[in-house]
């Protein structure tokens, strides 16, 4: 007995140390990467090859939403294919910055199915994240009940370098996971950095180590150097992807052939009908736009259809990292000739090219700016370019777009869903919980922009016909035709988002246009029309909000609730730009009021107008 009673206190001690030890660490972890720089910076994390699935960049960069040239060129590698060896280090390039109080890279993924939270942040991403940081950053999400290919943002451990780092030469903190068996000397020689500068930037002893699976940062003067990388084939990996269909081994046999083909077929085809060939269906993302070109003599057919005006197709892959190109009359045989009946909102239609369906939408002017956009930016929250459409002119005709199966916000928000839409669908409106959601997603996609880009970048057009619905009735900002980078940082710069954003709010809480002509009276002016709710004293103020608010609605929202958006869509409206909110503030706040009530009850009023303030922003939410 008095063994057994040892056992069970010395099992207790351990689970006591164990948590123990878990607080430590995560303590460490806040610490280590805390929000200590504003500006945004491009760094490295440290990635290793593994099986299955991760031996080759193709679904490497798909892990990372990073282009496969990107890491190839961090590598210095030469080629961008073949299957890897597992076990070998890569440097993955990310865009890191502050997340509140916290230093990320946010990385969107979408859910495969049987995926956890823990299988990603352990396995996929080999604890460069934390899962309850992942189940944090995404509160929509049940974490026992993901669901397939819903989109998630993954934290990947990341900081920028202070001022002091920076004097001391560190220009780059790269992101490493301890590994079993490593140590200061082995890491250093590694990383090429120095065990001095490892400790003080991880906040510790300079003779200490760290635990397996720990994430550490290594300051260095430049990307390390990492041993020639072993590859197990040259053949893509067969799980690389539908993308990759035996490419390499393709080109590498009958290369040459190719290219006398296409050659040939291009002086058949300039000569008969004289004018330029139409652009193939698909390009491949294996194939290197320069090195087809090299094939073909600059004045032959194919290569002034390439080279067409202004509008470089090579261009393509600096847009979209596996582009698709699609023929102009593909897409409008795939749109009955852009019918009404394929249309989704005001400026999308309905394609289903090659089994898949995609959101089109036509090019107007020039779209150089918008594809450039479209290039530096990567979100949950907003609209992925999926491929683009050249006309016959060589001039782009349009861009495809990833599909948002419930069309665009505006359908449902004025008038009945889509016509579009399944017949068995329940939904008729849009809920209270949706509408909550749906602000908050957009919210987090222009806290995106205006804080996690570098420069800081602007949308300009937030309006409901530009955020497109998910099944799951998940928002993504689209049309990035108007965006531009900032001319600063500060609130000054992003203020027209975030008026337009108040709008927006006013329109979810009312499902009415904020500017609307009425038969007989003055044009409606949503704006106006909440000042004059918010004004009123007392009872009478919720009794104007419930009057005022969509009819749709019911009784399923809390009045405290809708009080503190109608305040905070009053606050971003103010005609002083230096009053509005800033995203962050806005973005925290509908986090909190989207948590169990519990959570939200305290903050349910903190927009809403006071006696001595009618703004009511009097103690504002500190998001960083």
């Known amino acids: 007995m008095e063994h057994k009673g040892l056992c069970i206190l010395a099992v207790v001690i351990a689970f006591q140390l164990a948590g123990g030890q878990a607080v430590t660490d995560a303590t460490a972890r806040a610490r280590r990467f805390a929000c200590n720089v504003s500006a945004p910076c491009d760094t490295f994390v440290v990635y290793r090859t593994q099986s299955p699935g991760f031996l080759d960049l193709g679904n490497i960069s798909d892990l990372f939403g990073v282009s496969r040239a990107l890491i190839a060129s961090a590598n210095k590698l030469t080629t961008e294919d073949g299957v890897l060896l597992p076990g070998q280090p890569l440097l993955v390039p990310v865009k890191c910055g502050c997340t509140g109080a916290r230093s990320f890279a946010n990385v969107t993924y979408p859910i495969r199915p049987r995926d956890t939270f823990f299988g990603l942040a352990v396995t996929a991403f080999e604890n460069l994240t934390d899962f309850v940081l992942v189940e944090e950053l995404n509160p929509a999400a049940e974490a026992t009940r993901l669901e397939p290919w819903q989109e998630v943002v993954v934290p990947l451990f990341c900081r920028c370098p202070t001022r002091e780092e920076l004097s001391a030469g560190s220009?780059?903190?790269?992101?490493?996971?301890?590994?079993p068996g490593d140590d200061v000397s082995v890491v250093s020689a590694l990383m090429n950095a120095s065990a001095a500068n490892i400790a003080a930037s991880n906040g510790v002893a300079g003779n200490s180590t760290f635990a397996t699976g720990q994430p550490v940062l290594i300051p260095v003067s430049q990307p390390p150097r990492f041993p020639p990388l072993t590859y197990g084939a040259i053949a893509a990996?067969?799980?690389?992807?539908?993308?990759?269909?035996?490419?390499?081994?393709a080109t590498s046999i009958a290369g040459s052939f190719v290219a006398c083909a296409v050659l040939c077929t291009a002086i058949l085809a300039y000569r008969r009908y004289r004018k330029k060939a139409p652009v193939p269906k698909h390009v491949s993302p294996k194939l290197s736009w320069t090195k087809s070109l090299n094939r073909f003599d600059s004045n032959s057919s194919i290569a002034r259809m390439i080279n067409g005006g202004d509008k470089l197709l090579t261009s393509v892959s600096q847009f979209i990292d596996k582009p698709i190109i699609f023929r102009e009359e593909e897409i409008m045989e795939a749109t009955m000739n852009l019918d009404e009946q394929c249309k989704l909102g005001s400026s999308y239609y309905r394609a289903n090219l090659e089994r898949e369906v995609f959101a089109v939408k036509p090019a107007k002017g020039n779209v150089a700016g918008e594809l450039r956009m479209m290039q530096m930016v990567n979100h949950a929250n907003l609209t992925k370019l999926a491929g683009i459409s050249i006309g016959a002119d060589g001039d782009y005709a349009f861009l495809v777009y990833e599909f948002a199966e419930k069309g665009s916000l505006d359908k449902w928000l004025y008038q009945k869903p889509?016509?579009?839409?399944?017949?068995?669908?329940?939904v008729a409106t849009l809920s209270w919980d949706q509408r909550l959601g749906i602000a908050l997603d957009v919210a987090n996609g222009l806290l995106y922009l205006h804080e996690h880009t570098q420069p800081s970048m602007v949308h300009g057009d937030v309006r409901a016909r530009n955020i497109l619905l998910t099944a799951g009735f998940r928002a993504k900002l689209s049309n990035f035709s108007l965006a531009k980078p900032a001319a600063t940082v500060d609130a000054a710069a992003t203020s027209s988002d975030v008026f337009a954003f108040g709008l927006l709010l006013l329109e979810l809480l009312s499902g009415r246009r904020a500017v609307e002509a009425r038969v007989g009276v003055e044009i409606g002016m949503l704006r106006t029309e909440i000042r004059t709710v918010l004004d009123a004293g007392g009872?009478?103020?919720?009794?104007?909000?419930?009057?005022?608010?969509d009819p749709t609605l019911g009784g399923e929202y809390g009045v405290d609730a809708a009080l503190s958006l109608a305040g905070m869509a009053r606050a971003c409206t103010e005609e002083d730009a230096a009053r509005r909110p800033k995203m962050a503030e806005i973005a925290f706040s509908l986090s909190v009021l989207g948590q169990p009530l519990s959570v939200a009850d305290a903050f349910e009023r903190l927009w809403q107008p006071s006696s001595e303030d009618s703004i009511g922003i009097g103690n504002e939410v500190a998001a960083r």
Do not use: E, F, N
């Open 171 to 179: 220009r780059l903190l790269v992101t490493y996971v301890w590994q």
């Open 539 to 549: 009872d009478k103020r919720a009794a104007k909000l419930r009057k005022w608010m």
């Open 418 to 426: 889509p016509c579009s839409q399944p017949s068995s669908s329940s």
């Open 237 to 249: 990996d067969p799980g690389a992807g539908k993308h990759r269909h035996g490419i390499i081994v």
